[in-house]
C-alpha cells in the first residue's frame, strides 16, 4: 500500500507564486519517475512536469520558464515551484509517483488525490 499527501494549492493572484509538495509513504523501495499533472474543468488531464530518479526533467510547452519540478528522496516528495501564475494555470493539480516496492517486482503508479490550484484576481 502506497499513499501520495498533496499538500500546497490555494488561491493566488495572476503573477503570483505556489509550491506544491507530494510526499508519498507506505511500502516503498525506490521510486523512478515522479510527476505533476492537471486537469481543469471540462479538459483532459495534462502532463505538467515529469522528473525522473536521475534528475532528468520535461515539461509541457505552457509551463516552461514558469514552473520548476524537484524532488528530494530522503523525503520522499516531489515539489512544482510554479511561478508568474494565470488564470489558465487554474485547474486540480495531482501528484504521480512510479513505485518499486520489492527489488525484481513491478513498478506500479500511484496518485495522489489531487489539490485545488485557483488564479484569480
Known amino acids: 500500500q502506497v499513499q501520495l499527501v498533496e499538500s500546497g494549492g490555494g488561491l493566488v493572484q495572476p503573477g503570483g507564486s505556489l509550491r506544491l509538495s507530494c510526499a508519498a509513504s507506505?511500502?516503498?523501495?525506490?521510486?523512478?519517475?515522479m510527476g505533476w499533472y492537471r486537469q481543469a474543468p471540462g479538459k483532459e488531464r495534462d502532463m505538467v512536469a515529469t522528473i525522473t530518479s536521475g534528475g532528468r526533467r520535461k515539461y509541457a510547452d505552457s509551463v516552461k520558464g514558469r514552473f520548476t519540478i524537484s524532488r528530494d528522496d530522503a523525503k520522499k516528495t516531489v515539489y512544482l515551484q510554479m511561478n508568474s501564475l494565470k488564470p489558465e494555470d487554474t485547474a486540480v493539480y495531482y501528484c504521480n509517483a512510479d513505485v518499486s516496492s520489492s527489488w525484481f517486482g513491478p513498478t506500479v503508479p500511484y496518485w495522489g488525490q489531487g489539490t485545488q490550484v485557483t488564479v484569480s484576481s
Open positions: 507506505g511500502s516503498i523501495l525506490s521510486i523512478n519517475d
